[in-house]
């Protein structure tokens, strides 16, 4: 499975270089935006009136159940887009997005986006080819919660977040700083079960804390983990 997504992400990565260099002629109802880590792209419940590009950067996107009850659905990355559901009718976010990290994104308003799918084949081609790949993560990460133990499901975790974009072939790279706690929210198990399988992990020379707070993550190592 982690071959599977290792290629999808290489080929993801192409198609979102042409659709950004595609985004570069919107001129109208695009604004480039520049978020610190923790703000708020959008939450469950706003209207939807616009999709949102990330050029650098992370984010998540959660969702709340009428209990209360919070989730996590998926963890992006450059070239990844968030907010789609803009593009159906008079639509509502069914998720809340919050940034990972400092950020560089672009928000194209509802009107804009339909207007380039409509006047660019190719932008409109790469666009539903980066949907199709991030739908299909979404199901493995699914399968991941259902059958796999915590200890995996933080490896996988790891190194979805070690992605980003362009260096998504490097051996090694760096998560910025993540507590246990939020780790312990997206992989679905306890903070202390985080701290015993990262512990396990830095032993292994799968992973090193660096000085400013953040995960070094030995993403070929840690690969060759979860495919074993």
């Not at 610190?36 to 616009?50: C, H, M, V």
């Amino acid at each position: 499975m982690q071959r599977t997504r290792k290629a999808r992400a290489l080929k993801s990565e192409k198609a979102g270089l042409t659709i950004e260099s595609l985004l570069r002629k919107i001129v109208r109802g695009k604004t480039l935006l520049k978020r610190r880590k923790g703000a708020k792209l959008f939450s469950q419940g706003e209207a939807a009136d616009s999709i949102y590009f990330i050029q650098t950067g992370k984010a998540q996107l959660t969702v709340v159940s009428a209990h209360g009850k919070k989730a996590v659905l998926g963890m992006m990355g450059p070239s990844d887009f968030l907010g789609e559901e803009c593009l159906v009718g008079d639509s509502r976010r069914t998720s809340t997005a919050t940034v990972l990290a400092a950020s560089t994104i672009f928000r194209i308003e509802k009107r804009a986006m339909l207007q380039a799918m409509h006047l660019q084949p190719e932008f409109c081609e790469d666009f539903v080819a980066l949907l199709l790949a991030r739908s299909v993560n979404m199901e493995e990460d699914l399968c991941d919660q259902l059958f796999n133990h915590s200890e995996l499901r933080l490896a996988c975790v790891l190194l979805k977040l070690s992605r980003a974009g362009r260096h998504a072939r490097l051996p090694e790279t760096t998560v910025p700083g993540i507590t246990h706690k939020k780790l312990a929210e997206i992989v679905g198990t306890t903070p202390s079960k985080i701290i015993f399988f990262m512990n396990k992990f830095r032993k292994l020379g799968l992973i090193d804390y660096r000085g400013d707070g953040g995960v070094q993550v030995m993403s070929e190592r840690l690969t060759d983990m979860v495919i074993s």
